[in-house]
Every structure is written in structure tokens, then in C-alpha cells.
């Protein structure tokens, strides 16, 4: 096992963290500056970067006074620039304002908290920078984890996870020796269809899809926390982030999502991290690594604490974990597909053009139609990515049609 990130050095862990932060309208990113709140003498905010939402950008603007703000998409430029225009703020825009952000000498860690695929370019600029970088796109690592832990280690760069079992099995590993490690597990809430009669799964509404029992996430998170894609993503995003073979990793489904994934070690010891389900406190994690800072967030109440359930993930019920194993053992470029496919049929399941079960159909489809690859380049994948996006919008239109 080969984990793509260092220790830093102790020069950098006692001075302020200035942080470039992709993604700060979003829910990781609203709630990365609810720590930076906590925390005005030791983080500062250095540039701050969002894709459409220029309203709540300017807002976040004025509060945390960053050198630099960037609005990925053009035609929202002028109004962000309009509300800042009092201000010293500099504005700047797109994919190129992005990278920038994301590789800007003044900041030393980079929170890539963007969604989807559009936070593959900026997080690869960030690596080639050299950045440590708190991770929360784990949609990076699923498109191109061979190419992020190749420039990682050319560049120097450190990955933090912030998603919380990959951020559970890294507080794991504090200490340990990577030869020690038997394998990881991965628990999963089972989302809240877990038990809902799998003939009904037709008529899951966007509503009821949207409606997690125990997080409160971004749209398009939630939905994939339904399908249970959320699991199989992450189940690639550990492959390439604790450097482990498919085998080495296991999902186990634990409703009360209390025990946010552990590890299993060659002497039969079994280390867990537990927590009430909080994202504020892997965020902490990412950014205080490898120290702890004192912080109010919820603790356990052992006395309340009842019982704390495991069941096996049944991938009848859940095809998309299914579909995210298999195409890590495929490789190359499937995962992208596999990713590329998902973005799509989950933004037209929240725009009420397919059901439900229609996202695992026309991902399978997608990675049957979609010619795999060996290619772990930029340009293999992007292309990879591209075509099963169209792969579904062809199938889709056809269907209506
Ligand atoms: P979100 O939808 O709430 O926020 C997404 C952010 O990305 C917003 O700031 C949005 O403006 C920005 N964005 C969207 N498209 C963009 C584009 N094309 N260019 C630039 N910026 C763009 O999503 P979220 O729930 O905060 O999730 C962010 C990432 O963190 C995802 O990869 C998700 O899987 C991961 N994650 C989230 C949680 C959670 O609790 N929300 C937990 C674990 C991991
Ligand atoms: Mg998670």
C-alpha cells in the first residue's frame, strides 16, 4: 500500500493556513468557512471560487475579505465584479480563473470542494502546484486517480481527504505502517431506500430521493447517496488514495452512520473512528492534519447511544455499486465513464426527465457502448468522459423520442 500523501513538515504546521477554497457556496465549502470562523487567527482565506451562485460569492466576499474571488461561469462575471466593485477584491473568471485559484503561490492549501467532473482541471493544477490539497471532489479521483497519484508525487503534493470515511480510515492510519494494512472498510448508510421494497423503486420522486436520514449534502451527493453510486465512487476514490487493490476494500452498510469506516490489520486488529454524522469535523481534520484544534462540534452521547447495526450492501437493490466494482477492476478509462454517465442521468433524474431506476440502466449502457480504454492521460480520459456523456443524452433522447 502506497498512500499518496506526506507528513508536513513542522514549519508549515505552525504557520496560518491560507487556504484557496473551490467550491465555497456549496454545502463542504459553506461549512469549510464555518471553520475558518472558528479559527480567525490560524486560517485565512486567500481566494475564494464558486460556478454560478455570484449572489452568495460576493456575500462570502465581504465576510472573508480574500485577495481574489472566481466565478467559473462567464456570464455571472459582471455582476460579481458590480458587487465588489467598492472593494480591493480582484474578480476573475472560468476555467482559467479556476487553475489559477487552484495553483496561486499565496495559498498553501487548496479545499476542492467543486462538484462533478469540473473539478478535475482546477484539483490537476493544484497538484502540479504542489499544493496540499483537502479533498472533497471525489469525482477527480474516480475520473483520473492514476494520473493524480502520478503528478502527486512528481509535484509533491498532498491529498487530504475530507470525505468522512476516507478522512475515518486516514485517522486510521495515523501511526501505522502501510504494510500492516489487511484491507479497508467502507460504511454506507444504505441511503433512504435501504428498506423500501426494491418493485416500488419506479416511482422514487426526486423528493423522496432527495430526503438522506442522516446527511445533509449537496443535490447531486444526495442522489448518489441514494442509488449508493456515492459508495461505489468512494470505493475508487480509497483505491487511489490508500494506494489499495480492489480487494483490499469492502463496503459494509451501517445505518446509523456513527463508525465512519475502519480498518482491518494483519494481526486481526480492527481500528474504527466514530462521530454524530458531522462533516464539519473531517473538514477540521483536513485542515488542522496532523494536529487536533479544540472545536464545539456535536460529541457522542454514549448514554443514548443504543446499538450500532451492520448489514451486507445488497447489490440487487443497489446495481450502481455493482457498476462502480466493476469498473474499477476494468480500469483504464471505465471509471470516467462510469462517472461521466452518472453525472448525467442524476442531473436529468433532479429535472424530472428519467426515474430513478433509469440511472443505473443507462450507466450499464454507457459503459457497454462507451469503447474502453487503457489511456490514463488527460486527453484519453476527457475524451472517455465526453462520449458517455453523450452516450446517455443519445439514449435519453431516443427514449423520448
Ligand atoms: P454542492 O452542490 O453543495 O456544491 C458544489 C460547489 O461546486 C458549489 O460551490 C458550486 O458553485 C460549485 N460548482 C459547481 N459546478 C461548478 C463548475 N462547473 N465550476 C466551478 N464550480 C462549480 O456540492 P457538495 O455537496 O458541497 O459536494 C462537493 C464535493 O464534495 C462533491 O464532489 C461531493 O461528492 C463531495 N462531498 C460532499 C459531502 C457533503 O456532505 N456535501 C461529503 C463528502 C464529499
Ligand atoms: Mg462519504
Redo the contacts with the bound molecule.
Sequence with gaps: MIPIYRAPSPIQRDAPRRLAL????????TQTLEIVKLFPERISVHAL?????WELLAEQALAFQPQVVCI?EEARYASLKDALATTSIRVVSGREG?CEIASAEEADVVVA????A??LRPTLAAVESGKMIAL????TLVVAGSLVERLAREYGSMLIP???EHSAIFQCLVGEDSDSVESVTLTASGGPFRQRSVETFDAITRAEALNHPN???????TI?SATMM?KG?EVIEARWLFGLTPEEINVIVHPQSIIHSFVTFSDGSAKAQLGVPD?KVPIQYALTFPDRWPAPHDRIDWNTLRSLNFEKPDFHRFPCLRLAFEALKQGGSAPAVLNAANEVAVALFLADQIGFTDIPRLIEEAMSSVPSSDGTDLDSLLAADESARQAVRTSVSELVT
Design positions: 473551490l467550491g465555497s457556496t456549496g454545502s463542504i465549502g471560487a464558486a460556478g454560478s451562485n467559473a479556476l470542494a467543486i462538484v462533478g469540473a473539478g472533497a471532489n471525489k469525482e475530507v470525505d468522512s446527511w445533509s449534502m449537496g443535490a447531486k451527493i448518489d456515492n465512487l462533516m
